[in-house]
């Protein structure tokens, strides 16, 4: 069976589909999402697994959770690390658009028989899984996983109605993305009436250590300008997390801090790992991120969008710039 699009009548026939497929599946059922998971991944995958877990399941999930988002979790409900598959296992992947997670908990996906089950909301997504449902119009995964519950017929608490706002929070940025649209509002609404706490949720998201605002002094001191100020970028390298005493995990929202620089269209941060560097990238709208970011080997939405690109930091900088300057050069801005 194909992904589809909500606009379409088969969303809610394959959403009906997914939840009957879950339901019937009497082995177990491993959840996994992306690297480097944000809110809508861990919300979209923690919600559905204490759903299923309320139905009898054995809903196992895989995630190495960064510490802003540890939170969110009760003792040992994600695993780090997938040693090998379990047997009889179906396989749900939540909020990846290309159904890569073979740097995830250790997964081999070329190794894993089973069935596999894609919900995501990124257009660019490969629409390789069994049974898929993929929309690229909805603001995030987790919108969709309230769907999926739903249709599962699990009754709300407030343990599952967090999570899923946490997601839905998180990837229309705080509801203040040009994506909070009025189905975003009402399934907000929905899940506070729920019992999803929308203030703590905001509260634990603002938290940060020490080490973070150490960090951050460098981070904003790495700040450049390009393109006549349209581009804005600031750099996270191993020096500055050794000299901060800091982590990776600190570094997540340092891209929307500068994304707020007046006058910008384009914002990236990255982050050089040595042999790699990693881009998070952020736009106003006029221009896409997602078409930067594919360029580049990654992907994800106009607004927001990354890549890992196997280089030094000067390689990949020349890279994005040659990228970025193209996408501006399409839309007319340069």
């Known amino acids: 069976m194909t992904a589809s699009n909500a606009s379409e009548p088969h969303y809610a026939e394959l959403t009906r589909a997914i939840a009957d497929k879950l339901r019937r599946h009497p082995g177990p059922i491993v959840v996994l999402s992306h690297v480097d998971p944000d ?31 540890g939170y969110f979790l009760a003792e040992g409900e994600a695993q780090e690390a997938l040693g090998a598959w379990p047997e009889g296992a179906l396989l749900v992947v939540l909020d990846v658009d290309n159904n890569d997670t073979g740097r995830v908990a250790g997964a081999d996906l070329a190794s894993f ?39 599962l017929g699990v009754p709300w608490t407030p343990e599952t109605a967090t999570p899923v706002l946490l997601g839905i929070n998180t990837d229309t940025g705080s509801f203040r993305f040009s994506n909070t649209t009025p189905e975003v509002l009402r399934a ?3 899940l506070v009436e729920h019992g999803a706490q929308l203030a703590w949720i905001n509260e634990m998201l603002a938290q940060q250590p ?21 581009v804005v970028t600031a750099r996270v390298d191993e020096a500055m997390l050794h000299r901060t005493q800091s982590s990776w995990d600190d570094v997540e929202s340092y891209v929307s801090t500068i994304r707020s620089a007046e006058g910008t269209e384009l914002a990236c941060l990255f982050k050089d790992y040595g042999e ?59």
Do not use: W
């Not at 894609?118 to 629409?127: A, F, L, P, S």
């Not at 020490?210 to 349209?230: I, K, N, Q, T």
């Open 188 to 190: 907000g609404a929905d």
């Open 276 to 334: 790699r560097v990693k881009l998070s990238l952020r736009s106003r709208g006029r221009v896409s991120a997602q078409n930067i970011a594919v360029a580049c080997g990654g992907g994800g939405h106009v607004a927001a969008a990354g890549a890992t690109v196997t280089g030094s930091y000067a390689q990949v900088r020349t890279r994005f710039e040659e990228e970025a300057r193209r996408e501006f050069e399409r839309v007319g801005l340069i």
């Open 113 to 151: 028989t089973g069935q596999v089950i894609n919900v995501d909301h990124h257009g660019t997504n490969k629409r390789r899984a069994d049974l898929g449902l993929v929309d690229p119009t909805k603001a995030a995964t987790a919108l969709m996983v309230k769907d999926l519950i739903e249709a």
């Open 39 to 69: 809110g809508d991944a861990l919300g979209s995958c923690l919600g559905l697994v204490r759903a299923l877990r309320s139905l009898g399941h054995d809903a196992r999930m895989y995630m190495r959770v960064p510490r802003y988002l």
């Open 210 to 230: 020490r080490a973070y605002f150490a960090l951050l002094e460098l981070v904003l001191g790495s700040m450049e300008f390009l393109m006549d100020g349209r």
